[in-house]
Protein backbone atom coordinates (compact mmCIF):
# COMPACT_ATOMS: atom_id res chain seq x y z
CA UNK A 1 0.00 0.00 0.00
CA UNK A 2 1.48 3.67 -0.87
CA UNK A 3 -0.36 7.30 -0.68
CA UNK A 4 0.58 10.15 -2.12
CA UNK A 5 -0.90 13.82 -1.20
CA UNK A 6 -0.42 17.03 -0.25
CA UNK A 7 0.80 18.10 2.81
CA UNK A 8 -0.57 20.22 6.00
CA UNK A 9 1.84 21.08 8.87
CA UNK A 10 1.19 21.72 12.22
CA UNK A 11 3.50 21.98 15.50
CA UNK A 12 3.22 20.17 18.46
CA UNK A 13 0.80 18.94 20.86
CA UNK A 14 -2.19 19.12 18.49
CA UNK A 15 -5.04 17.90 21.19
CA UNK A 16 -8.03 16.59 20.48
CA UNK A 17 -10.16 19.75 21.27
CA UNK A 18 -9.05 21.72 18.54
CA UNK A 19 -8.97 18.57 16.02
CA UNK A 20 -12.82 18.27 17.43
CA UNK A 21 -14.61 20.36 20.06
CA UNK A 22 -15.85 18.78 22.57
CA UNK A 23 -19.39 20.85 22.25
CA UNK A 24 -19.53 18.30 19.07
CA UNK A 25 -18.80 14.98 20.86
CA UNK A 26 -22.44 14.20 21.19
CA UNK A 27 -24.29 16.53 18.79
CA UNK A 28 -22.89 15.69 15.69
CA UNK A 29 -23.14 11.47 15.17
CA UNK A 30 -22.55 11.50 11.30
CA UNK A 31 -19.29 11.26 10.05
CA UNK A 32 -19.80 13.32 7.21
CA UNK A 33 -21.03 15.80 8.96
CA UNK A 34 -17.95 15.80 11.29
CA UNK A 35 -15.73 15.73 8.65
CA UNK A 36 -16.98 20.01 8.27
CA UNK A 37 -15.86 20.32 11.66
CA UNK A 38 -12.08 18.50 11.16
CA UNK A 39 -9.26 20.80 13.00
CA UNK A 40 -11.56 23.59 13.58
CA UNK A 41 -10.17 25.42 16.51
CA UNK A 42 -6.14 24.72 14.89
CA UNK A 43 -7.04 25.94 10.82
CA UNK A 44 -10.58 26.96 10.08
CA UNK A 45 -9.45 26.52 6.52
CA UNK A 46 -8.28 22.99 6.54
CA UNK A 47 -11.58 21.55 6.53
CA UNK A 48 -12.79 23.48 3.36
CA UNK A 49 -9.68 23.25 1.29
CA UNK A 50 -8.63 19.16 2.46
CA UNK A 51 -8.56 16.65 -0.32
CA UNK A 52 -8.88 13.15 -0.54
CA UNK A 53 -5.61 11.57 0.50
CA UNK A 54 -3.93 15.06 1.71
CA UNK A 55 -1.49 14.00 4.69
CA UNK A 56 -1.02 15.48 7.95
CA UNK A 57 2.02 16.48 8.96
CA UNK A 58 2.81 17.12 12.57
CA UNK A 59 5.19 17.17 15.69
CA UNK A 60 5.58 15.79 18.86
CA UNK A 61 2.09 14.02 20.81
CA UNK A 62 -0.36 14.41 18.02
CA UNK A 63 -3.73 14.04 19.42
CA UNK A 64 -3.46 14.33 23.10
CA UNK A 65 -5.90 14.94 25.68
CA UNK A 66 -9.50 13.40 25.30
CA UNK A 67 -10.39 9.63 24.13
CA UNK A 68 -12.81 10.50 22.17
CA UNK A 69 -12.68 8.71 18.71
CA UNK A 70 -14.11 11.66 16.73
CA UNK A 71 -10.92 13.23 16.36
CA UNK A 72 -9.92 10.72 14.15
CA UNK A 73 -13.19 10.04 12.30
CA UNK A 74 -13.27 13.36 11.65
CA UNK A 75 -9.72 14.01 9.57
CA UNK A 76 -10.50 10.55 8.15
CA UNK A 77 -13.83 11.45 6.48
CA UNK A 78 -12.39 14.90 5.67
CA UNK A 79 -9.63 12.61 3.36
CA UNK A 80 -6.74 12.75 5.47
CA UNK A 81 -4.93 9.58 3.93
CA UNK A 82 -2.24 9.68 6.55
CA UNK A 83 -0.63 11.30 9.58
CA UNK A 84 3.04 11.70 10.19
CA UNK A 85 4.40 12.86 13.54
CA UNK A 86 7.22 13.18 15.69
CA UNK A 87 4.92 10.83 17.81
CA UNK A 88 1.34 10.16 18.99
CA UNK A 89 -0.95 10.48 22.02
CA UNK A 90 -1.57 6.34 23.17
CA UNK A 91 -5.23 6.79 22.83
CA UNK A 92 -4.78 8.71 19.46
CA UNK A 93 -2.86 6.05 17.98
CA UNK A 94 -5.09 3.31 18.89
CA UNK A 95 -8.28 4.96 17.64
CA UNK A 96 -6.76 5.97 14.24
CA UNK A 97 -5.55 2.24 13.96
CA UNK A 98 -8.91 1.42 14.86
CA UNK A 99 -10.65 3.08 12.42
CA UNK A 100 -8.59 2.24 10.07
CA UNK A 101 -6.35 5.23 9.67
CA UNK A 102 -2.69 4.91 8.76
CA UNK A 103 0.11 6.86 11.32
CA UNK A 104 3.36 7.30 10.37
CA UNK A 105 5.72 7.94 13.25
CA UNK A 106 9.40 9.39 11.81
CA UNK A 107 10.67 12.41 13.54
CA UNK A 108 13.25 13.17 10.70
CA UNK A 109 10.99 12.96 7.94
CA UNK A 110 8.74 15.64 9.81
CA UNK A 111 11.71 18.07 9.90
CA UNK A 112 11.96 17.98 6.58
CA UNK A 113 8.77 17.87 5.24
CA UNK A 114 7.03 21.45 4.03
CA UNK A 115 3.37 22.30 4.45
CA UNK A 116 2.14 21.69 1.02
CA UNK A 117 4.57 19.67 -0.61
CA UNK A 118 3.45 16.59 -2.30
CA UNK A 119 4.83 13.47 -0.27
CA UNK A 120 4.57 9.66 -1.28
CA UNK A 121 4.46 6.99 1.62
CA UNK A 122 4.82 3.05 0.78
CA UNK A 123 4.20 1.46 4.05
CA UNK A 124 5.41 -1.87 2.42
CA UNK A 125 8.85 -0.95 2.46
CA UNK A 126 8.59 1.70 5.13
CA UNK A 127 10.11 4.46 3.14
CA UNK A 128 8.82 8.30 3.09
CA UNK A 129 9.55 10.49 -0.40
CA UNK A 130 9.93 14.22 0.30
CA UNK A 131 11.36 17.14 -1.95
CA UNK A 132 14.26 16.98 0.95
CA UNK A 133 14.70 13.06 0.31
CA UNK A 134 13.94 9.43 1.19
CA UNK A 135 13.15 8.59 5.07
CA UNK A 136 12.78 5.02 6.61
CA UNK A 137 10.30 4.48 9.36
CA UNK A 138 9.79 1.72 11.21
CA UNK A 139 6.79 -0.48 10.49
CA UNK A 140 4.01 -0.82 12.57
CA UNK A 141 3.51 -4.31 14.97
CA UNK A 142 1.89 -7.06 13.37
CA UNK A 143 -1.17 -7.39 15.90
CA UNK A 144 -1.98 -3.43 15.16
CA UNK A 145 -1.12 -4.17 11.27
CA UNK A 146 -3.71 -6.76 11.24
CA UNK A 147 -6.05 -4.64 12.38
CA UNK A 148 -5.54 -1.59 10.17
CA UNK A 149 -5.41 -4.52 7.04
CA UNK A 150 -9.38 -5.10 7.81
CA UNK A 151 -9.92 -1.42 7.60
CA UNK A 152 -10.24 -1.42 11.90
CA UNK A 153 -10.84 -2.78 15.17
CA UNK A 154 -14.67 -3.45 14.31
CA UNK A 155 -14.53 -5.21 10.68
CA UNK A 156 -11.18 -6.96 12.52
CA UNK A 157 -13.53 -8.00 15.27
CA UNK A 158 -16.28 -9.52 13.39
CA UNK A 159 -13.78 -11.31 11.02
CA UNK A 160 -12.04 -13.01 13.99
CA UNK A 161 -15.42 -13.99 15.48
CA UNK A 162 -16.49 -15.39 12.33
CA UNK A 163 -13.32 -17.14 12.32
CA UNK A 164 -14.15 -18.82 15.92
CA UNK A 165 -17.34 -19.46 14.96
CA UNK A 166 -16.40 -21.44 11.90
CA UNK A 167 -18.33 -19.28 9.65
CA UNK B 1 13.67 -11.34 38.84
CA UNK B 2 12.12 -7.90 40.16
CA UNK B 3 8.94 -6.71 38.33
CA UNK B 4 7.41 -3.19 38.06
CA UNK B 5 3.39 -3.17 39.08
CA UNK B 6 2.31 -2.60 35.58
CA UNK B 7 4.23 -5.87 34.14
CA UNK B 8 2.86 -7.60 37.57
CA UNK B 9 -0.61 -7.13 36.63
CA UNK B 10 -0.58 -7.53 32.95
CA UNK B 11 1.31 -11.24 33.40
CA UNK B 12 -1.78 -11.82 35.93
CA UNK B 13 -4.69 -10.61 32.86
CA UNK B 14 -2.36 -12.15 30.39
CA UNK B 15 -2.69 -15.42 32.17
CA UNK B 16 1.53 -15.23 31.61
CA UNK B 17 3.95 -16.24 34.11
CA UNK B 18 6.07 -13.01 33.34
CA UNK B 19 5.48 -9.80 30.95
CA UNK B 20 8.33 -7.55 30.46
CA UNK B 21 7.76 -3.83 29.22
CA UNK B 22 7.44 -3.09 25.46
CA UNK B 23 6.03 -6.56 25.05
CA UNK B 24 2.41 -6.72 23.37
CA UNK B 25 -0.27 -8.59 25.85
CA UNK B 26 -3.54 -9.94 24.86
CA UNK B 27 -5.72 -8.81 28.30
CA UNK B 28 -9.02 -9.53 29.76
CA UNK B 29 -10.27 -6.48 31.80
CA UNK B 30 -11.66 -6.65 35.42
CA UNK B 31 -14.09 -3.32 34.75
CA UNK B 32 -15.23 -1.66 31.33
CA UNK B 33 -16.30 1.61 31.48
CA UNK B 34 -18.18 3.85 29.31
CA UNK B 35 -20.68 7.23 29.96
CA UNK B 36 -22.51 9.70 27.64
CA UNK B 37 -20.73 7.54 24.95
CA UNK B 38 -22.29 4.59 24.99
CA UNK B 39 -25.09 4.95 23.15
CA UNK B 40 -22.39 5.69 20.05
CA UNK B 41 -20.31 2.37 21.17
CA UNK B 42 -23.89 0.55 21.46
CA UNK B 43 -23.95 1.24 17.64
CA UNK B 44 -20.54 0.10 17.11
CA UNK B 45 -20.94 -3.08 18.70
CA UNK B 46 -23.99 -4.35 16.88
CA UNK B 47 -22.15 -3.27 13.99
CA UNK B 48 -19.61 -6.47 15.07
CA UNK B 49 -22.60 -8.77 14.45
CA UNK B 50 -22.91 -10.23 18.30
CA UNK B 51 -26.45 -9.86 20.10
CA UNK B 52 -25.55 -9.96 23.73
CA UNK B 53 -22.52 -8.37 25.33
CA UNK B 54 -20.48 -11.38 27.07
CA UNK B 55 -20.35 -10.57 30.87
CA UNK B 56 -22.22 -7.68 31.45
CA UNK B 57 -21.26 -7.90 35.04
CA UNK B 58 -18.20 -6.33 34.15
CA UNK B 59 -19.69 -3.01 32.46
CA UNK B 60 -20.27 0.07 34.61
CA UNK B 61 -22.13 2.83 32.69
CA UNK B 62 -22.67 6.32 34.70
CA UNK B 63 -24.44 9.26 32.59
CA UNK B 64 -22.29 12.37 33.53
CA UNK B 65 -20.80 14.57 30.59
CA UNK B 66 -24.28 16.09 29.90
CA UNK B 67 -26.64 15.62 32.92
CA UNK B 68 -29.46 16.59 32.80
CA UNK B 69 -29.61 16.80 28.85
CA UNK B 70 -29.32 20.04 27.72
CA UNK B 71 -31.02 19.50 24.33
CA UNK B 72 -33.57 16.87 22.39
CA UNK B 73 -30.21 15.18 21.13
CA UNK B 74 -28.54 14.68 24.72
CA UNK B 75 -32.01 13.39 25.59
CA UNK B 76 -32.04 11.10 23.00
CA UNK B 77 -28.67 9.91 23.49
CA UNK B 78 -29.27 8.93 27.01
CA UNK B 79 -32.92 7.58 26.18
CA UNK B 80 -30.52 5.18 23.93
CA UNK B 81 -28.43 4.24 26.65
CA UNK B 82 -31.40 3.21 28.72
CA UNK B 83 -32.92 1.39 26.41
CA UNK B 84 -29.37 -1.06 25.67
CA UNK B 85 -28.88 -1.09 29.62
CA UNK B 86 -32.16 -2.86 29.71
CA UNK B 87 -31.75 -4.95 26.75
CA UNK B 88 -28.15 -6.01 27.83
CA UNK B 89 -29.06 -6.46 31.05
CA UNK B 90 -26.30 -4.08 32.67
CA UNK B 91 -26.76 -3.57 36.43
CA UNK B 92 -24.19 -1.39 37.06
CA UNK B 93 -25.98 1.72 35.35
CA UNK B 94 -25.77 5.33 36.94
CA UNK B 95 -28.78 7.43 35.57
CA UNK B 96 -27.89 11.35 35.78
CA UNK B 97 -28.43 11.60 39.68
CA UNK B 98 -25.13 9.79 40.56
CA UNK B 99 -22.17 11.76 39.46
CA UNK B 100 -19.03 12.10 37.57
CA UNK B 101 -17.83 8.79 36.23
CA UNK B 102 -14.53 8.87 38.03
CA UNK B 103 -15.92 9.67 41.55
CA UNK B 104 -19.02 7.38 40.99
CA UNK B 105 -16.75 4.16 39.93
CA UNK B 106 -14.56 4.22 43.42
CA UNK B 107 -17.71 5.44 45.51
CA UNK B 108 -19.51 2.58 44.48
CA UNK B 109 -17.35 -0.52 45.25
CA UNK B 110 -16.24 -1.17 41.31
CA UNK B 111 -12.23 -0.46 41.80
CA UNK B 112 -10.36 -2.20 43.94
CA UNK B 113 -5.95 -3.30 43.72
CA UNK B 114 -4.91 -5.43 41.14
CA UNK B 115 -7.39 -4.85 38.52
CA UNK B 116 -7.64 -3.79 35.08
CA UNK B 117 -9.72 -1.27 34.66
CA UNK B 118 -10.36 0.22 31.06
CA UNK B 119 -12.31 3.22 30.36
CA UNK B 120 -13.81 5.43 27.13
CA UNK B 121 -12.48 8.02 28.61
CA UNK B 122 -9.00 9.56 28.89
CA UNK B 123 -8.72 10.36 32.47
CA UNK B 124 -9.83 6.58 33.44
CA UNK B 125 -5.82 7.01 34.51
CA UNK B 126 -8.02 8.32 38.03
CA UNK B 127 -8.51 4.85 39.07
CA UNK B 128 -4.45 4.20 39.85
CA UNK B 129 -5.26 6.03 42.89
CA UNK B 130 -6.57 2.71 44.56
CA UNK B 131 -3.63 0.43 42.82
CA UNK B 132 -5.42 -0.85 40.09
CA UNK B 133 -4.26 -0.69 36.12
CA UNK B 134 -6.70 1.66 34.61
CA UNK B 135 -6.00 3.34 31.67
CA UNK B 136 -8.46 5.22 28.37
CA UNK B 137 -9.05 3.51 25.26
CA UNK B 138 -11.70 4.42 22.37
CA UNK B 139 -14.69 3.65 21.75
CA UNK B 140 -14.49 0.66 19.09
CA UNK B 141 -12.30 -0.79 21.52
CA UNK B 142 -14.75 -0.83 24.13
CA UNK B 143 -17.30 -2.26 21.95
CA UNK B 144 -15.01 -5.11 20.83
CA UNK B 145 -14.31 -5.75 24.53
CA UNK B 146 -18.11 -6.00 25.18
CA UNK B 147 -18.10 -8.48 22.82
CA UNK B 148 -14.99 -10.88 23.54
CA UNK B 149 -13.80 -9.78 26.64
CA UNK B 150 -9.68 -8.94 24.90
CA UNK B 151 -8.17 -6.27 24.00
CA UNK B 152 -4.48 -6.07 23.35
CA UNK B 153 -2.01 -3.61 25.39
CA UNK B 154 1.34 -3.12 25.14
CA UNK B 155 3.48 -3.69 28.52
CA UNK B 156 4.60 0.08 29.33
CA UNK B 157 7.73 1.10 30.83
CA UNK B 158 7.51 2.63 34.25
CA UNK B 159 8.29 5.91 35.31
CA UNK B 160 9.04 6.63 39.27
CA UNK B 161 8.24 9.69 41.01
CA UNK B 162 9.11 10.34 44.31
CA UNK B 163 7.92 13.25 45.91
CA UNK B 164 9.31 14.53 49.31
CA UNK B 165 9.54 17.42 51.47
CA UNK B 166 7.06 19.23 53.75
CA UNK B 167 4.25 20.45 52.18
CA UNK B 168 3.79 24.17 52.56
CA UNK B 169 0.84 25.86 53.83
CA UNK B 170 -2.25 26.63 50.81
CA UNK B 171 -0.33 23.74 48.63
CA UNK B 172 -2.32 20.93 47.48
CA UNK B 173 -2.01 17.88 45.75
CA UNK B 174 -3.27 19.92 42.57
CA UNK B 175 -0.48 22.42 42.76
CA UNK B 176 2.21 19.15 42.88
CA UNK B 177 0.77 17.54 39.92
CA UNK B 178 0.79 20.71 37.46
CA UNK B 179 4.45 21.33 39.21
CA UNK B 180 5.32 17.99 37.40
CA UNK B 181 2.85 18.13 34.26
CA UNK B 182 4.86 21.31 33.88
CA UNK B 183 8.14 19.82 34.36
CA UNK B 184 8.17 16.92 32.12
CA UNK B 185 5.59 18.40 29.13
CA UNK B 186 2.42 17.61 28.02
CA UNK B 187 4.74 13.92 26.57
CA UNK B 188 6.91 13.74 29.57
CA UNK B 189 5.26 10.43 30.35
CA UNK B 190 3.78 9.31 26.60
CA UNK B 191 2.99 6.00 27.05
CA UNK B 192 4.12 5.38 30.40
CA UNK B 193 2.97 4.07 33.86
CA UNK B 194 3.38 6.87 35.70
CA UNK B 195 4.23 5.37 39.46
CA UNK B 196 3.78 8.33 42.29
CA UNK B 197 5.47 7.59 45.56
CA UNK B 198 7.39 9.09 48.71
CA UNK B 199 6.68 10.37 52.19
CA UNK B 200 3.66 12.85 50.29
CA UNK B 201 1.99 10.68 48.71
CA UNK B 202 1.63 8.41 51.96
CA UNK B 203 0.26 11.68 53.94
CA UNK B 204 -1.84 12.62 51.42
CA UNK B 205 -5.77 11.92 51.38
CA UNK B 206 -7.20 9.53 48.70
CA UNK B 207 -8.88 12.22 46.97
CA UNK B 208 -5.53 14.64 46.54
CA UNK B 209 -4.06 10.42 45.25
CA UNK B 210 -6.97 10.63 42.71
CA UNK B 211 -5.67 14.05 41.33
CA UNK B 212 -2.51 13.31 40.77
CA UNK B 213 -3.31 10.51 39.14
CA UNK B 214 -6.63 11.82 37.15
CA UNK B 215 -3.72 14.45 35.62
CA UNK B 216 -1.13 11.47 34.77
CA UNK B 217 -2.53 11.59 31.36
CA UNK B 218 -1.80 15.33 30.91
CA UNK B 219 1.87 14.06 30.37
CA UNK B 220 1.16 11.65 28.20
CA UNK B 221 0.91 8.55 30.71
CA UNK B 222 -0.98 5.03 30.13
CA UNK B 223 -1.67 4.82 33.73
CA UNK B 224 -0.74 6.68 36.96
CA UNK B 225 -0.68 4.15 40.04
CA UNK B 226 -0.23 5.14 43.34
CA UNK B 227 0.89 1.57 46.01
CA UNK B 228 -2.18 0.66 48.35
CA UNK B 229 -1.65 1.46 52.00
CA UNK B 230 -3.73 1.15 55.13
CA UNK B 231 -5.71 5.09 53.80
CA UNK B 232 -6.83 2.88 50.84
CA UNK B 233 -7.94 -0.11 52.63
CA UNK B 234 -9.38 1.79 54.96
CA UNK B 235 -11.53 3.88 52.50
CA UNK B 236 -12.33 0.81 50.15
CA UNK B 237 -13.68 -1.25 53.55
CA UNK B 238 -16.29 1.44 53.61
CA UNK B 239 -17.16 0.92 49.97
CA UNK B 240 -17.26 -2.89 48.35
CA UNK B 241 -16.60 -6.44 50.40
CA UNK B 242 -14.97 -7.53 47.15
CA UNK B 243 -11.55 -9.20 48.36
CA UNK B 244 -8.60 -7.99 46.58
CA UNK B 245 -4.97 -8.16 46.19
CA UNK B 246 -2.65 -5.69 46.61
CA UNK B 247 -0.24 -5.96 43.42
CA UNK B 248 2.88 -3.30 43.76
CA UNK B 249 6.55 -2.73 41.93
CA UNK B 250 9.36 -4.35 44.03
CA UNK B 251 11.99 -2.32 45.14
CA UNK B 252 14.57 -3.13 42.99
CA UNK B 253 12.30 -2.97 39.92
CA UNK B 254 13.46 -2.03 36.31
CA UNK B 255 12.20 1.81 36.31
CA UNK B 256 12.79 3.73 33.36
CA UNK B 257 13.72 6.39 35.52
CA UNK B 258 13.09 7.50 39.11
CA UNK B 259 12.43 11.29 39.40
CA UNK B 260 12.45 13.04 42.60
CA UNK B 261 10.81 16.33 43.84
CA UNK B 262 11.02 18.53 46.58
CA UNK B 263 8.44 20.24 47.10
CA UNK B 264 9.16 22.23 50.07
CA UNK B 265 9.39 25.72 48.42
CA UNK B 266 6.65 24.92 46.01
CA UNK B 267 4.10 27.89 45.13
CA UNK B 268 0.82 27.97 44.06
CA UNK B 269 0.86 26.63 40.50
CA UNK B 270 -1.43 27.72 37.52
CA UNK B 271 -1.68 25.94 34.09
CA UNK B 272 -1.99 28.87 31.59
CA UNK B 273 -3.92 28.86 28.30
CA UNK B 274 -3.69 26.79 26.26
CA UNK B 275 -1.67 23.83 27.01
CA UNK B 276 -2.00 22.35 30.17
CA UNK B 277 1.92 22.01 30.66
CA UNK B 278 2.04 25.70 30.29
CA UNK B 279 3.17 26.08 34.35
CA UNK B 280 3.83 29.37 35.98
CA UNK B 281 3.60 29.72 39.68
CA UNK B 282 1.38 32.18 40.98
CA UNK B 283 3.51 35.06 41.47
CA UNK B 284 3.70 35.30 37.74
CA UNK B 285 0.36 35.32 36.71
CA UNK B 286 -1.42 37.25 39.70
CA UNK B 287 -3.09 39.92 38.79
CA UNK B 288 -5.21 38.36 35.69
CA UNK B 289 -8.63 39.53 35.18
CA UNK B 290 -10.95 36.49 35.55
CA UNK B 291 -14.68 36.27 34.77
CA UNK B 292 -16.00 33.14 35.89
CA UNK B 293 -14.82 30.04 38.15
CA UNK B 294 -15.33 26.84 38.18
CA UNK B 295 -14.72 24.11 41.18
CA UNK B 296 -15.79 20.49 40.57
CA UNK B 297 -14.94 17.75 37.87
CA UNK B 298 -13.62 14.49 37.94
CA UNK B 299 -10.09 16.71 39.26
CA UNK B 300 -11.35 18.74 42.02
CA UNK B 301 -15.05 18.12 42.85
CA UNK B 302 -14.43 15.96 45.89
CA UNK B 303 -15.71 16.69 49.46
CA UNK B 304 -12.17 17.94 50.59
CA UNK B 305 -12.18 20.31 47.69
CA UNK B 306 -15.84 22.17 48.47
CA UNK B 307 -14.61 22.62 52.21
CA UNK B 308 -11.28 24.58 51.67
CA UNK B 309 -13.10 26.53 49.10
CA UNK B 310 -15.86 27.29 51.47
CA UNK B 311 -13.32 27.82 54.27
CA UNK B 312 -11.86 30.72 51.91
CA UNK B 313 -15.43 31.75 51.04
CA UNK B 314 -16.78 32.12 54.54
CA UNK B 315 -18.26 35.44 55.51
CA UNK B 316 -17.23 37.18 51.75
CA UNK B 317 -18.70 38.04 48.79
CA UNK B 318 -17.83 36.61 45.50
CA UNK B 319 -16.14 39.28 43.63
CA UNK B 320 -18.97 41.32 41.15
CA UNK B 321 -17.91 40.24 38.27
CA UNK B 322 -17.34 36.77 38.78
CA UNK B 323 -19.28 34.27 38.29
CA UNK B 324 -18.84 31.41 40.81
CA UNK B 325 -20.02 27.65 39.77
CA UNK B 326 -20.14 24.78 42.01
CA UNK B 327 -20.41 21.00 40.55
CA UNK B 328 -19.42 18.37 43.59
CA UNK B 329 -18.29 15.62 41.82
CA UNK B 330 -21.07 13.02 43.01
CA UNK B 331 -24.43 13.04 44.74
CA UNK B 332 -23.09 11.50 47.76
CA UNK B 333 -19.99 14.48 48.29
CA UNK B 334 -22.99 16.97 47.17
CA UNK B 335 -25.21 15.01 50.39
CA UNK B 336 -22.36 15.51 52.63
CA UNK B 337 -21.23 18.99 51.62
CA UNK B 338 -25.16 20.04 51.98
CA UNK B 339 -25.05 18.09 55.64
CA UNK B 340 -21.77 19.51 56.57
CA UNK B 341 -23.17 23.53 55.61
CA UNK B 342 -20.51 23.78 52.71
CA UNK B 343 -23.03 24.47 50.38
CA UNK B 344 -24.75 26.69 52.43
CA UNK B 345 -21.62 28.65 52.84
CA UNK B 346 -21.01 29.22 49.00
CA UNK B 347 -24.26 29.94 48.51
CA UNK B 348 -24.12 32.76 50.81
CA UNK B 349 -20.77 34.13 48.83
CA UNK B 350 -23.09 34.09 45.94
CA UNK B 351 -21.71 30.52 44.18
CA UNK B 352 -23.98 28.72 41.88
CA UNK B 353 -24.44 25.24 42.68
CA UNK B 354 -24.39 22.82 40.14
CA UNK B 355 -25.73 19.19 39.86
CA UNK B 356 -22.97 16.75 39.97
CA UNK B 357 -21.48 15.88 36.62
CA UNK B 358 -19.19 17.37 34.02
CA UNK B 359 -20.44 20.56 33.49
CA UNK B 360 -18.77 22.95 31.40
CA UNK B 361 -15.63 21.20 31.67
CA UNK B 362 -15.84 19.77 28.04
CA UNK B 363 -17.80 22.57 26.46
CA UNK B 364 -21.13 21.19 26.43
CA UNK B 365 -23.35 23.11 28.98
CA UNK B 366 -24.08 24.98 31.61
CA UNK B 367 -21.84 27.76 32.10
CA UNK B 368 -19.94 27.90 28.51
CA UNK B 369 -17.56 30.50 27.74
CA UNK B 370 -18.24 33.92 25.29
CA UNK B 371 -15.42 35.19 23.13
CA UNK B 372 -13.09 37.07 25.10
CA UNK B 373 -13.71 35.83 29.03
CA UNK B 374 -11.51 34.30 30.89
CA UNK B 375 -12.41 31.28 33.60
CA UNK B 376 -10.04 29.90 35.99
CA UNK B 377 -11.06 26.74 36.65
CA UNK B 378 -9.80 23.45 38.98
CA UNK B 379 -10.57 21.05 36.10
CA UNK B 380 -7.98 19.07 34.02
CA UNK B 381 -7.45 20.39 30.72
CA UNK B 382 -7.28 24.43 29.20
CA UNK B 383 -7.24 23.34 25.42
CA UNK B 384 -8.33 26.26 23.37
CA UNK B 385 -12.31 26.07 22.64
CA UNK B 386 -12.37 23.42 25.78
CA UNK B 387 -15.37 25.45 27.39
CA UNK B 388 -17.07 26.16 24.56
CA UNK B 389 -15.34 28.81 22.62
CA UNK B 390 -12.03 29.26 20.82
CA UNK B 391 -11.63 32.98 21.39
CA UNK B 392 -11.59 32.14 25.47
CA UNK B 393 -9.29 31.09 27.98
CA UNK B 394 -8.61 28.56 30.96
CA UNK B 395 -6.53 28.30 33.40
CA UNK B 396 -6.38 25.50 36.22
CA UNK B 397 -5.29 25.91 39.34
CA UNK B 398 -6.31 24.06 42.86
CA UNK B 399 -9.24 24.62 44.84
CA UNK B 400 -7.61 27.38 46.81
CA UNK B 401 -5.96 29.33 44.52
CA UNK B 402 -9.82 29.05 42.54
CA UNK B 403 -11.59 30.54 45.75
CA UNK B 404 -9.77 33.18 46.62
CA UNK B 405 -9.41 34.39 43.26
CA UNK B 406 -12.78 34.46 43.00
CA UNK B 407 -13.16 36.75 45.76
CA UNK B 408 -10.89 39.43 43.93
CA UNK B 409 -11.78 39.49 40.71
CA UNK B 410 -8.15 38.35 39.26
CA UNK B 411 -5.86 35.74 39.73
CA UNK B 412 -4.84 35.55 43.63
CA UNK B 413 -2.17 34.30 45.74
CA UNK B 414 -3.85 32.49 48.43
CA UNK B 415 -0.68 32.46 50.41
CA UNK B 416 -1.39 36.36 50.73
CA UNK B 417 -2.69 38.44 53.60
CA UNK B 418 -7.12 38.23 52.98
CA UNK B 419 -7.52 41.84 52.26
Known amino acids: MSIKGKVWKYGDDVNTDVIFPGKYTYTITDPKEMATHALEDLDPKFAKKVEKEDIIVAGRNFGCGSSREQAVTCLKYAGVGVIVAKSFARIFFRNAINQGLPLVQCKEAVENISSGETVTIDFEKGKLSCKKGVFNFPPLPESVLGILEDGGLIPHTKKILKIEKGE | ?419
Not at chain 2, 107 to 134: N, R
Request: charged share 25%.
Open chain 2, 1 to 419: MSKTFAEKILALKSGKESVVSGEIVIVSPDVVMSHDNTAAIAKKFKQIGVEKVKYPEKIVIPLDHCVPAATEKYAVNHKEIREFVREQKIENFYDINTGVCHQVLPEKGHIIPGTLVLGADSHTTTYGAFGAFSAGIGRSEVASIWATDEIWLRVPETIKINIKGEIPPEIYPKDIILHIIGDLGADGALYKAVEFSGKVIREMSIGGRMTLCNMAVEMGAKIGYVEPDEKTVQWLAARTDKKYEIVKSDLDANFEKIIDYDISKLEPQIACPHTVDNVKPVSEVAGTKINQVLIGTCTNGRLEDLKIASEILRGKKVFNRVRLLVFPASIEVFAQAMELGILQELVKSGAVIMNPGCGPCLGAHEGVLAPGEVCLSTANRNFKGRMGCKEAEVFLASPATVAISSLYGEITDVRGDIK
